[in-house]
């Protein structure tokens, strides 16, 4: 199947930097063998695509065979395409993935085993999707995972209200992260009743915590947002090695003025003993030109005492051949 594509560089707001490849307004996308016709920049080439992304297209299952044209992806991105079912399967080629986003789409249901043995995945996005049920270890086997979202779907009550489904998924995937939690309490009528939003750096305590503020409500939850940061322990060592680095260069900036002020010292010191030999040579030259006069003067001198010689020796052969 022949795909019209445009490629251009895309820049994440953290900096990193990947050859996009984007594929728009295609229809029926279920083929595993795929023609790509766009014109690549200069210089680049299939092999440096490192992210696809499939834009208002029609693929209720995702793409296969992507790596065989572009073997380097990294990024994902299946977005307003009527997706509907994703499996293990359907992700097996695409392990080597860092980000995979599907955003706005008809996915209800993930399967536990869903990201096995993705160990470079650190991003994973499924805002505005129909998800009811994420299986339990859904995030297991992701260890290097930074940041998750599942804004804007309908009821994830299993996902969220289910303690053993967190303690499983946290505690053996992301027990050095904290983790945030938004949720809304809907009465059976659905009308809101509080919004709550936990910050816990222990699991346990705001599965505790979730349980409590649940207490005494006929409810069910909204998982809004579901995200990633930093642990405190890995914020402080993160601190800690800033602060040493930031005295260490301290330190260095202090031995540099030094150096450079003792620099200034030499450097004046030395235009000092270049003027003062600038000095004595102008002394120098005035008693060349002193010796060089009084050279002259010599010169002329003895030029006239041989002079006086020669005559009077001319005086004396004509005296002598005279007689």
């Known amino acids: 199947m022949k795909l019209t594509c445009t490629y251009e560089d895309f820049t994440f707001n953290t900096g990193e930097v990947f050859y996009q490849c984007i594929i728009k307004d295609q229809e029926a996308l279920n083929e595993e063998d795929y023609e790509f016709s766009g014109q690549h920049l200069t210089k680049k080439y299939d092999p440096d695509v490192t992210f696809v992304e499939f834009r208002d297209c029609n693929c209720p299952k995702v793409p296969q065979g992507l790596t065989k044209t572009f073997p380097n992806l990294k990024v994902l991105s ?3 395409s009527k997706l509907k079912d994703i499996s293990k399967d359907d992700m097996a080629e695409y392990k080597n993935l860092q980000r995979f986003i599907c955003d706005q789409n ?19 996005k499924f805002t505005n999707n129909k998800l009811g049920v994420i299986e339990p270890n859904l995030l297991s086997g992701v260890h290097k995972l930074q940041y998750v979202n599942f804004k804007s779907n309908p009821s994830i009550h299993k996902f969220a209200a289910n303690s053993q489904v967190y303690n499983r998924s946290i505690n053996t995937t992301l027990w050095k992260l904290r983790w945030f939690l938004t949720f809304n309490f809907l009465s059976s009528d659905q009308k809101f009743i509080r919004n709550y939003a936990l910050k816990c750096p222990d699991p346990n305590k705001a599965i505790d915590l979730l349980k409590e503020c649940a207490n005494g409500y006929e409810s069910k939850m909204n998982l809004l947002d579901v995200r990633y940061d930093v642990y405190e322990e890995r914020r402080a060592k993160d601190v800690a090695e800033l602060k040493a680095a930031d005295e260490k260069l301290t330190q260095r900036v202090a ?9 200034h010292q030499e450097i004046e010191e030395m235009e000092g003993l270049r003027m003062k030999l600038s000095q004595q040579l102008e002394e120098y030259k005035k008693e060349v030109e002193k010796e060089k006069e009084g050279n002259i003067k010599l010169k002329k001198s003895m030029q006239s005492q041989i002079d006086n010689l020669v005559q009077q020796f001319q005086s004396i052969m004509f005296n002598i051949k005279s007689q």
């Open 78 to 80: 299946i977005c307003n």
């Open 106 to 124: 008809e996915v209800d249901f993930l399967p536990g085993d869903l990201f096995e043995g993705f160990k470079d995945l650190n991003y994973i």
């Open 255 to 263: 031995e540099l003025e030094a150096s450079n002020t003792k620099l």
